[in-house]
């Protein structure tokens, strides 16, 4: 669908773009309730932070991305002729919402016994990623082209499974009767086909049934979602007009907990590089080619003025381009979005939001992007790299593991230290190795994906690149350590190394088969998949 004319003026709104926008604004509505209940149910930040200082912030840089990819989607059109283009749609970035909350701010918060410390904390992790999305924006692409794709989905699938999914599971089963109910709405649209009346949005159909269920059981005295009328009241008080204001000073006062911001503000900001990439590759295989070092640059850019502003969460581009073209979604549904989430967020409407709507209704929408972004490290690689996969999970599950620990032993005034590693092994929880093992999860998981993946693909020099690499990231903290330093876990650095020339030794003596190179799946007669070299 082109039109040749130079003069070709692009429609900012088509008929499809009230679809996704009501989609895309679900969704964003969805992640907005979902970090302001991790704030302030989570974090203990007070309201005035929160909907006079926060909300506003993440308004704005909301606000800034959507009319910023409605642009760069106008400008596509413009240039191809064509009447099909769909702006990437962009928000605060989901993974980054829950560590943000569970790996920083929650933890340095309960430390210092003041939540606007770990609000501080989460402004520096922020601005730290902002420089990292900029710069990273130029060498990005050479970081995609080398990495095996199972180790750069199979890190993501790790976050989703262990930071996105489980929380949401457990809420759903702690007040069954909305989350289950709510949940099965959620599958039979998204992933059944199931359209409901009139093509509402399966999301905004399970937060209504959810918000039935919740004021409608308190008729009876049952009280499921906890809500009342006393919290509608008083949500009422957070309505006005808040402007955001500089934050400037309390970035700088997160830098006191430097190192422990980067050991995670680093390699999640190279996850974001990859995130983004795959989401512009995704972009470009339904049709529509943007950038790649423009998008990243703008989420880096977009975040750093959010951040500068009081914004404790990340801007990325989303998973979905093709999901919001196929229904009809093209350049308006985007800047549409934008306009009235910023309405929503400087004027206290999410506080009322907040009130009426059950958490747990919530919950089924992001343990569906958990299980979508956890399918996809398997739908989108090689059969033969599903062990890489797997193995890129673990240590997302093990710092999952050592936060539960570490949140219920400070629950009782207590550590793992003055437990004692010992007595912690006795009764079957290996402190010592989730502690190991989940440091800087996000690179680790890439890099042991990475040697997994070119093993299985005898590229046995790359594979000791990567061993190599993981070496150096370790010894100098960036994996499996808490804190960025030097030699902080020395004997794991010295073991990389050893896999490292085991491998260039393979390289240089293994005899492998020429039709090896290339394992080829059959279906045996009990219809298991069997490989043959």
């Known amino acids: 669908m082109t039109t040749p004319s130079s003069t070709f003026k692009p429609k900012i709104w088509a008929p499809g773009d009230w679809n996704a926008f009501f989609g895309f604004g679900t969704n964003i509505l969805v992640n907005l309730l979902t970090l302001t209940a ?15 200082r926060i909300l506003p912030a993440t308004g704005v840089m909301l606000c800034l991305s959507t009319l910023y990819y409605a642009w760069l989607a106008y400008r596509l059109a413009k240039r191809t002729g064509r009447t099909d283009v769909c702006a990437l749609p962009s928000g605060t970035s989901v993974p980054h919402m829950f560590v943000v909350t569970f790996v920083i701010m929650l933890p340095i918060a309960l ?40 180790a750069l989905l199979g890190t993501l699938a790790g976050v989703s499974i ?68 006393a919290k509608l009241t008083e949500s009422f008080t957070s309505f006005g007009f808040s402007i955001p204001l500089p934050a400037v000073g309390h970035i700088f006062s997160g830098f006191e907990f430097l190192g422990v911001i980067l050991v995670t503000a680093i390699p999640f900001g190279i996850y974001d590089l990859v995130e983004a990439l795959d989401n512009v590759e995704s972009a470009a295989v339904a049709g529509d080619e943007f950038p790649t070092t423009r998008v990243l640059t703008a989420d880096g850019i977009i975040s750093l003025i959010g951040c500068c502003l009081g914004n404790p969460f990340i801007n990325a581009v989303y998973i979905g381009h093709p999901g919001w073209k196929s229904m009809g979604g093209r350049i308006g549904y985007s800047a549409a979005t934008g306009i009235v989430v910023i309405l929503f967020c400087t004027f206290g409407i999410i506080s009322l939001m907040s009130s009426l709507i059950p958490i747990v209704a ?14 996809q490290a398997f739908q989108e690689t090689p059969k033969s790299h599903a062990p890489a996969i797997v193995l890129a999970l673990t240590p997302h599950l093990a710092a999952w593991g050592k936060l539960l620990i570490d949140n219920s032993l400070g629950a009782a005034g207590t550590n793992a230290a003055a437990v004692g ?22 690179l680790s998981g890439v890099i042991l994906a990475a040697v997994a993946a070119l093993i299985i693909d005898r590229k046995f020099w790359s594979s000791a690149a990567f061993a190599l690499t993981g070496g150096v990231l370790t010894f100098f903290g960036l994996m499996h350590g808490e804190e960025i330093g030097i030699a902080k876990s020395p004997v794991v650095a010295v073991s990389y190394l050893m896999v490292a020339l085991i491998l260039c030794g393979c390289a240089v003596f293994a005899k492998v088969p020429a039709q090896a190179a290339e394992p080829e799946e059959v279906e045996a007669e009990d ?5 043959t070299a």
């Not at 219809?527 to 490989?531: D, F, K, L, N, R």
Request: hydrophobic fraction near 55%.
């Open 362 to 375: 919530i919950s089924p929408i992001l343990l569906y992007i958990g299980m979508l972004i956890g399918a």
């Open 162 to 229: 262990s930071f996105i999914s489980m929380r949401p599971a457990l809420e759903m089963f702690m007040t069954p009767v909305i989350g289950i109910v709510c949940f099965a709405i959620i599958l039979l649209s998204w992933f059944g086909g199931v359209r409901y009346f009139r093509g509402i949005p399966a999301g905004l159909v399970a937060i209504a049934v959810g918000c039935l269920i919740g004021w409608g059981s308190n008729l009876f005295g049952l009280n499921y979602g906890g809500m009342s009328l």
């Open 421 to 442: 590693m010992e007595s912690l092994g006795q009764v079957g929880v290996l402190y010592h190795g989730l502690e190991v093992m989940g440091g800087g999860a996000i």
């Open 527 to 531: 219809g298991m998949a069997t490989q």
């Open 111 to 150: 430390k210092t016994g003041d939540p606007i410390k770990g609000w501080e904390a989460g402004l520096t992790w922020v601005f730290i990623q902002s420089f990292v999305l900029m710069i990273g924006g130029f060498i990005a692409p050479v970081i995609r082209k080398i990495t095996p794709r199972a």
């Open 38 to 52: 991790l704030l302030r149910f989570v974090v203990k930040m007070p309201d005035d932070i929160v909907f006079g």
